[in-house]
T-cell receptor
Framework: KNEVEQSPQNLTAQEGEFITINCSYS?????LHWLQQHPGGGIVSLFM???GKKKHGRLIATINIQEKHSSLHITASHPRDSAVYIC???????????FGEGTQLTVNP | DTAVSQTPKYLVTQMGNDKSIKCEQN?????MYWYKQDSKKFLKIMFS???????INETVPNRFSPKSPDKAHLNLHINSLELGDSAVYFC???????????FGSGTRLTVV
């Protein structure tokens, strides 16, 4: 069992829908990252958070440290949001990231 | 442009060859990483260097050897390439361990 679990693995939505991707982890962490990998392969860091909530444009990330759970929300989704979204945790035991398997999001026009 | 740059972007080579992938960052970050993304798109750390010192060395074959000539560079050398080494390799950098990461654009290695 992976230390970082994401759900769903695949998500198809219609343009304009509100999207939620979930991430649960089983280790102690100092921070959690949400990454976006575009179809071309490049990886972009969306958020790094250790508590509470962060918002950037239509993207919102929340984390509940006690429940070891984070969510990434996309409001008013758009086809250009289609990508793989990856949750990664920075473990307190070291300085490395452990990744979830990613969520493939497809937003149809 | 401030960035993490990897070269080459694509690398096709025969089994048994030795190859290197270069990574450079001009962000002033002190920690650099190599990650491998397999065919199932799962990312896994391979190595981490902090100020030219190796701090993480995951269970990878010793055919893989990282080299950090200075804080801004972390190159990955692979000896005796095998078919299973085919993957996308990402370099990344960060300032310390609690800041955001910046990824390179990846190197797609295909061993034939």
């Amino acid at each position: 069992k992976n230390e970082v679990e994401q759900s769903p693995q695949n998500l198809t939505a219609q343009e304009g829908e509100f999207i939620t991707i979930n991430c649960s982890y089983s280790v102690g962490i100092s921070a959690l990252h949400w990454l976006q990998q575009h179809p071309g392969g490049g990886i972009v860091s969306l958020f790094m958070l250790s508590s509470g909530k962060k918002k950037h444009g239509r993207l919102i990330a929340t984390i509940n440290i006690q429940e070891k759970h984070s969510s990434l929300h996309i409001t008013a989704s758009h086809p250009r949001d289609s990508a793989v979204y990856i949750c990664a945790v920075l473990e307190t035991s070291g300085s490395r990231l452990t990744f979830g398997e990613g969520t493939q999001l497809t937003v149809n026009p | 442009d401030t960035a993490v740059s990897q070269t080459p972007k694509y690398l096709v080579t025969q089994m048994g060859n030795d190859k290197s992938i270069k990574c450079e960052q001009n962000l002033g970050h002190d920690t650099m990483y190599w990650y491998k993304q397999d065919s199932k798109k799962f990312l896994k750390i391979m190595f981490s260097y902090n100020n030219k010192e190796l701090i993480i060395n995951e269970t990878v074959p010793n055919r893989f050897s990282p080299k950090s000539p200075d804080k801004a560079h972390l190159n990955l050398h692979i000896n005796s390439l095998e078919l299973g080494d085919s993957a996308v390799y990402f370099c990344a950098s960060a300032r310390g361990t609690i800041r955001g990461y910046t990824f390179g654009s990846g190197t797609r290695l295909t061993v034939v």
